[in-house]
Protein backbone atom coordinates (compact mmCIF):
# COMPACT_ATOMS: atom_id res chain seq x y z
CA UNK A 1 0.00 0.00 0.00
CA UNK A 2 1.58 3.45 -1.00
CA UNK A 3 1.57 5.63 1.81
CA UNK A 4 3.63 8.79 0.14
CA UNK A 5 2.76 9.59 -3.75
CA UNK A 6 4.44 11.58 -5.53
CA UNK A 7 3.34 13.04 -8.68
CA UNK A 8 4.80 16.19 -11.34
CA UNK A 9 8.14 14.55 -13.01
CA UNK A 10 8.81 14.43 -16.46
CA UNK A 11 11.12 16.02 -19.13
CA UNK A 12 12.06 19.37 -18.92
CA UNK A 13 14.46 21.57 -21.01
CA UNK A 14 17.79 23.02 -18.75
CA UNK A 15 16.83 26.39 -17.25
CA UNK A 16 13.10 25.20 -17.15
CA UNK A 17 10.77 24.61 -13.74
CA UNK A 18 8.98 21.96 -12.23
CA UNK A 19 6.60 21.51 -9.15
CA UNK A 20 6.76 18.22 -7.48
CA UNK A 21 3.60 17.25 -5.49
CA UNK A 22 3.64 14.55 -2.67
CA UNK A 23 0.51 13.63 -0.79
CA UNK A 24 0.18 11.48 1.96
CA UNK A 25 -2.30 10.55 5.00
CA UNK A 26 -2.17 13.03 7.84
CA UNK A 27 -0.73 10.07 10.14
CA UNK A 28 2.22 10.45 8.26
CA UNK A 29 2.19 13.75 7.90
CA UNK A 30 1.72 16.00 11.00
CA UNK A 31 4.39 16.77 13.09
CA UNK A 32 6.84 15.51 11.27
CA UNK A 33 9.75 16.36 8.86
CA UNK A 34 9.16 15.50 5.10
CA UNK A 35 11.82 15.59 2.52
CA UNK A 36 12.91 15.24 -1.10
CA UNK A 37 15.83 13.45 -1.91
CA UNK A 38 16.89 12.56 -5.10
CA UNK A 39 18.76 9.55 -6.85
CA UNK A 40 21.15 9.68 -9.81
CA UNK A 41 22.04 5.86 -11.77
CA UNK A 42 24.73 4.65 -9.41
CA UNK A 43 25.25 7.54 -6.74
CA UNK A 44 23.78 7.71 -3.26
CA UNK A 45 20.48 8.92 -2.54
CA UNK A 46 20.57 11.99 -1.58
CA UNK A 47 18.57 14.61 0.79
CA UNK A 48 17.88 17.78 -1.36
CA UNK A 49 15.36 19.99 0.63
CA UNK A 50 13.24 19.48 4.46
CA UNK A 51 10.29 20.90 5.48
CA UNK A 52 8.64 20.82 9.36
CA UNK A 53 4.91 20.66 8.71
CA UNK A 54 4.42 22.29 12.03
CA UNK A 55 5.91 25.50 11.59
CA UNK A 56 7.98 25.43 8.29
CA UNK A 57 10.98 25.73 9.10
CA UNK A 58 13.30 24.40 6.29
CA UNK A 59 16.78 23.08 5.14
CA UNK A 60 18.07 22.93 1.44
CA UNK A 61 21.50 21.22 0.30
CA UNK A 62 23.92 23.49 -1.11
CA UNK A 63 23.35 22.30 -4.77
CA UNK A 64 19.75 23.32 -4.75
CA UNK A 65 19.93 26.64 -2.58
CA UNK A 66 18.26 29.28 -4.10
CA UNK A 67 16.76 27.41 -6.78
CA UNK A 68 14.53 24.65 -5.23
CA UNK A 69 11.40 25.70 -2.76
CA UNK A 70 9.90 23.08 -0.47
CA UNK A 71 6.68 24.16 0.81
CA UNK A 72 3.37 22.12 2.14
CA UNK A 73 -0.08 22.75 2.02
CA UNK A 74 -1.74 21.09 5.36
CA UNK A 75 -5.03 21.02 4.97
CA UNK A 76 -4.01 18.55 2.15
CA UNK A 77 -1.18 17.07 3.20
CA UNK A 78 0.88 17.68 0.31
CA UNK A 79 4.29 18.69 0.23
CA UNK A 80 5.88 20.51 -2.88
CA UNK A 81 9.15 20.89 -4.52
CA UNK A 82 9.13 23.28 -6.78
CA UNK A 83 12.15 23.18 -8.81
CA UNK A 84 13.88 26.37 -10.86
CA UNK A 85 16.67 26.95 -13.26
CA UNK A 86 17.18 22.82 -13.70
CA UNK A 87 20.11 21.80 -14.97
CA UNK A 88 21.41 18.60 -16.77
CA UNK A 89 23.12 17.93 -13.45
CA UNK A 90 19.86 18.02 -11.27
CA UNK A 91 18.18 14.95 -13.75
CA UNK A 92 17.79 12.41 -11.01
CA UNK A 93 14.81 9.92 -9.80
CA UNK A 94 12.87 12.45 -7.14
CA UNK A 95 11.29 10.58 -3.53
CA UNK A 96 9.50 12.29 -1.26
CA UNK A 97 9.95 10.47 2.52
CA UNK A 98 8.50 11.49 5.67
CA UNK A 99 10.87 11.39 8.79
CA UNK A 100 8.68 9.63 11.52
CA UNK A 101 9.31 10.51 14.75
CA UNK A 102 7.35 9.00 18.25
CA UNK A 103 4.38 11.32 18.81
CA UNK A 104 6.23 11.58 22.87
CA UNK A 105 8.59 13.50 21.29
CA UNK A 106 8.95 17.20 21.99
CA UNK A 107 8.62 19.31 18.66
CA UNK A 108 11.34 21.61 19.45
CA UNK A 109 13.53 17.84 18.73
CA UNK A 110 11.50 17.17 16.12
CA UNK A 111 12.33 20.65 13.99
CA UNK A 112 15.62 20.44 15.23
CA UNK A 113 16.39 17.41 13.23
CA UNK A 114 14.30 18.87 10.32
CA UNK A 115 16.34 22.17 10.30
CA UNK A 116 19.67 20.75 9.59
CA UNK A 117 18.06 18.20 7.15
CA UNK A 118 16.24 15.23 9.29
CA UNK A 119 17.15 12.35 10.77
CA UNK A 120 16.30 9.62 8.21
CA UNK A 121 16.58 5.89 9.31
CA UNK A 122 14.67 2.82 8.85
CA UNK A 123 11.63 3.70 10.58
CA UNK A 124 10.99 6.48 8.15
CA UNK A 125 8.13 6.49 4.92
CA UNK A 126 9.17 6.46 1.34
CA UNK A 127 7.54 7.41 -1.93
CA UNK A 128 8.74 5.24 -5.37
CA UNK A 129 9.80 7.96 -6.75
CA UNK A 130 8.91 10.63 -10.02
CA UNK A 131 11.59 11.12 -12.48
CA UNK A 132 13.12 14.58 -13.48
CA UNK A 133 15.08 14.49 -16.87
CA UNK A 134 17.10 17.81 -17.57
CA UNK A 135 18.28 18.29 -21.48
CA UNK A 136 21.18 20.72 -22.32
Known amino acids: QEKLAESGGGPVAAGGSRRLSCTTS????????MGWFRQRPGEEREVVAT????????WYADSVKGRFIISRNSAEHTVYLSMNDLQPEDSAMYICAADVHPSTMMSSVVRSYCAFGGSWNSGDVWGQGTQISVSS
Open 26 to 33: GSIYDKNC
Open 51 to 58: IYTVDDTQ
